[in-house]
């Protein structure tokens, strides 16, 4: 049982550590690491030079330009990346559909988008969810219908992450009303957002911020061969890359990123009796949380929790629950810092530091985690019924 | 990184979850079916002993006794790993004997600190099952274990004599021996070792709160003798390094211990609320308990990553105080949550003095305390988080 680095797995990290920190420009790098969203630019520029040094999609088969990187080397690839700052590859593209290409799609569908997705050329976003349908996703109601060599597309999807930047969507349509379970009639399919009859809308979230999307879908033709797989088997590669998404939507990195500003903040906050890192309810709340936070890292390492022979692990959905949760508590202990100066957000030559300005705001979008990639609730009842057998 | 057992460790782990579950009997007597524990069964605790005489011949016969002992000196000189093995399968079975404080701790202290005559004399005795030890360190108001003793070791004519307070001295009520820590006329920490039945050594026993036992041990001008001779003084520098980093074995066993058993608390959980029928309907279909059983395996999940990452720290001789901590934290409060709601989603039952999930509720809760409880290990770590920016496995922040 080792649970230290090996020589080699080592030197791996501090390549890794010193290419980010030396390619990656630093100001997008600074953007990332005060708390604040990468632009468009940044996120295309980042994963452009990472795609160059062949570490955009590492952890795809060596085939479509991958290195099929161990699970330990996904994870220091992702947790150097968020130490250093730098935007991730574009989750959608690299965690979500480029996996299912791979895993389900014919050869001429891998082979004209893996490229193009694997390099960032075209920006996905993901189209699953409706308004009528969230955690009971399979209830979905967006229709295709077959109409000679198209699927003719109606209906609505929301909660579409950066689809304003979005070139194309992938998404599941409905392609058998008449199925008896409501899951063996949804099929997978890729569309151009640009298609006629698309409409995109933004939805605001309640910190102010623009990232998520509703798209309307109106009589949409799709060439059938966007079709992903076989028709009406969606279902199953929807499973595979949601246990993806669970798995992948890691945070440790960044969690200990916030951990150490916490430190410096509360550092630099000054209390009658010295400063806020001197409280003991502060200091003991900041070593919970960084232990917390090791917990989960390990158990991470410890338990591979993406998907793999076609299906979810179960396990993703422990890492999802506890990191969202983590996430939300270090939000807090941040807000908790910035006290009263936390209370101004935008506002030119005001005195609050521009950490104590982000912090209120990140608290509400951190609302966000337990609810996006399965809400928490959704997570709990995988975790009773597929491993505790409820 | 690797974490998993190897061919052997597994091959241990099979071997003495085995002997432990033939040695249940009766099927619920380990709490599987049902809470009852039937006095037939044969790991049923003798009432003086408060554990079994026999299962504890039968561990010293598969060398679980002496695991961590060198061969030389009785034991399969085994390391932390097989020591989580197997403690983790004790806590699993609900077991009583005291594995830890009557053969591991005050074991390795005598394997580190004794000397050959010592070693060879005691260790292979303890790894037998023929001889039971105990650790007299802790007095009253001491508290963290990492404080001076007030017990004195005076050298007299034609000894070391001890006087002093020990209380509590767990698995005390039944110890031939007992290793104990005192203060030397120079002012530092030696060992000594203290034959149970000695003139001036007056034992008082008492049940402890998970039913087991201990004692409070009283030295009036008692015959010692010193583990590895009061002349070397480095020896007696030693002490404190000894004691510390048997402890840190100690701990990483507890914590194993409890991994086991919440597990097992867990396991008897889902195994309830599936057979469990109320309202015309199993348990297991009401939402609210499943969620909560799933709560509890992500703590069951986080607690069992950091006893690995313990238990391998000292494999590697790379422990510190603060991984130590880390993980008696993390285990703590894995306990604190798991064990009460395994009892509360027994219901009623799960209060009874019969239910096997409540027996391991009142060790759990003991465990926790010997872990230190909710603020000891919070309070080390919370005064060095200025130490270090970033909080990392691999320490370049070590306390």
């Known amino acids: 049982m080792k649970v230290t680095l090996s020589a080699s797995e080592a030197a791996f990290r501090e390549e890794l550590r010193n290419f980010y920190r030396r390619e990656i420009p630093v100001d997008i790098r600074e953007r990332v690491l005060a708390g604040q969203a990468p632009t468009k630019k940044d996120v295309v520029t980042a994963h452009k030079i990472l795609h160059a040094a062949g570490l955009a999609v590492p952890q795809w088969p060596k085939r479509w330009g991958g290195r099929e990187f161990t699970a330990l080397q996904q ?76 699927y003719v597309v109606d209906g609505q999807k929301t909660w579409t992450t950066l689809a304003q930047h979005a070139d194309w969507i992938f998404t599941l349509v409905r392609t058998d009303p008449t199925a008896l379970k409501r899951q063996a009639g949804i099929s997978f399919l890729l569309i151009d957002l640009n298609s006629p009859g698309v409409t995109r809308r933004p939805i605001e979230l309640i910190d102010g911020s623009h990232e998520v999307n509703e798209i309307f879908f109106d009589e949409v033709r799709v060439p059938a061969e966007n079709l992903v797989g076989q ?15 669970r798995a ?4 440790v990195g960044r969690g200990k990123v916030q951990l150490a500003r916490a430190k410096q903040y509360a550092a630099q906050s000054r209390t009658p009796a010295g400063t806020l890192l001197d409280d003991p309810l502060v200091s003991a709340r900041i070593a919970e949380l960084e232990n917390d936070l090791l917990a989960l890292e390990l158990t991470q390492l410890r338990v591979v929790a993406g998907s793999s022979e076609g299906k979810a692990n179960p396990a993703s959905s422990v890492v999802k629950l506890r990191g969202s949760q983590l996430q939300q508590q270090i939000s807090e202990l941040i807000w908790d810092i910035a006290g009263p100066e936390g209370l101004p957000v935008g506002g030119v030559g005001v005195a609050s530091p521009q950490w104590a300005r982000l912090a209120g705001t990140h608290y509400l979008n951190t609302r966000k985690t337990t609810v996006y990639g399965g809400s928490s609730e959704v997570q709990r009842s995988i975790i009773a019924s597929t491993i505790l057998g409820l | 990184m690797d974490f998993e057992l190897t061919p052997e460790q597994s091959l241990l782990r099979q071997t003495v979850r085995e002997a432990l579950d033939s040695d249940a009997g009766k099927a619920g007597s380990r709490g599987g079916g049902g809470p009852q524990e039937t006095a037939a069964s044969g790991g049923a605790p003798d009432e003086e002993l408060g554990f079994s005489r026999r ?21 399969q000189g085994a390391g932390p790993v097989e020591v989580m093995v197997l403690a983790e399968e004790l806590g699993r079975a609900g077991a009583h004997e005291p594995f830890v404080e009557a053969a591991l701790l005050p074991g390795l202290l005598l394997a580190r600190a004794g000397n050959e005559e010592q070693r060879t004399g005691v260790l292979p005795e303890i790894a037998t099952g023929t001889r039971l030890l105990a650790f007299a360190h802790a007095e009253p108001g001491s508290g963290h274990w990492q404080r001076r003793p007030d017990t004195r070791a005076i050298p007299e004519e034609h000894g070391w004599v001890l006087a002093g307070l020990k209380n509590p001295v767990l698995a005390g009520h039944c110890a031939d021996d007992f290793v104990v820590s ?4 120079d002012g530092n920490v030696a060992l000594f070792l203290v034959d149970a039945g000695a003139a001036g050594v007056r034992r008082t026993r008492y049940a402890t709160v998970d039913r087991r036992y201990g004692a409070q041990l009283e030295f009036a001008a008692a015959p010692a003798e010193p583990l590895a001779g009061p002349h070397e003084t480095a020896d007696h520098q030693n002490a404190v390094g000894v004691i510390q980093w048997a402890f840190w074995c100690a701990q990483a066993a507890w914590c194993a211990e409890a991994v086991g058993a919440l597990s097992h608390m867990l396991d008897t959980t889902c195994e309830y609320l599936r057979a469990r ?20 395996y992500v703590s069951l999940e986080l607690a069992r990553s950091m006893s690995c990452y313990l238990t391998a720290a000292l494999a590697d001789e790379a422990a510190t105080e603060s991984i130590v901590a880390r993980a008696a934290l993390q285990i703590g409060r894995a306990i604190r949550h798991i064990a009460p709601e395994a009892v509360q989603l027994h219901g009623a039952i799960g209060v009874t003095a019969e239910s096997a999930v409540a027996r391991q509720l009142a060790r759990m809760t003991v465990l926790d305390r010997l872990l230190g409880g909710n603020f000891d290990k919070l309070r080390i770590l919370a005064e060095h988080i200025g130490d270090y920016e970033l909080v990392e496995l691999q320490p370049a922040n070590t306390v």
């Open chain 1, 75 to 150: 994870h220091i690839w992702l947790d150097e990346m968020q130490l250093a700052g730098v935007p991730e590859p574009l989750f959608f593209n690299v965690q979500m559909l480029g996996p299912v290409l791979i895993n389900f799609a014919s050869e001429s569908l891998a082979r004209r988008f893996l490229p193009a997705t694997a390099a960032l050329d075209i920006w996905w976003c993901q189209g699953f969810s409706e308004p009528e349908a969230g955690s009971d996703l399979a209830s979905l109601r967006t229709r295709a219908v077959r109409e000679g060599d198209h």
């Open chain 1, 231 to 245: 028709e009406n088997q969606g279902w199953k590669y929807a499973k595979f890359l949601l246990g993806n998404e």
């Open chain 1, 248 to 251: 992948g939507i890691g945070s």
């Open chain 2, 55 to 75: 299962r504890w011949r039968d561990l010293a016969e598969l060398g679980a006794l002496g695991l961590a002992f060198s061969e030389a000196e009785g034991g």
């Open chain 2, 182 to 185: 005192a203060t030397v006329p």
């Open chain 2, 277 to 296: 029928k109320q309202f015309g309907t199993p348990l297991a279909k009401f939402q609210a308990l499943t969620h909560r059983a799933a709560d509890m």
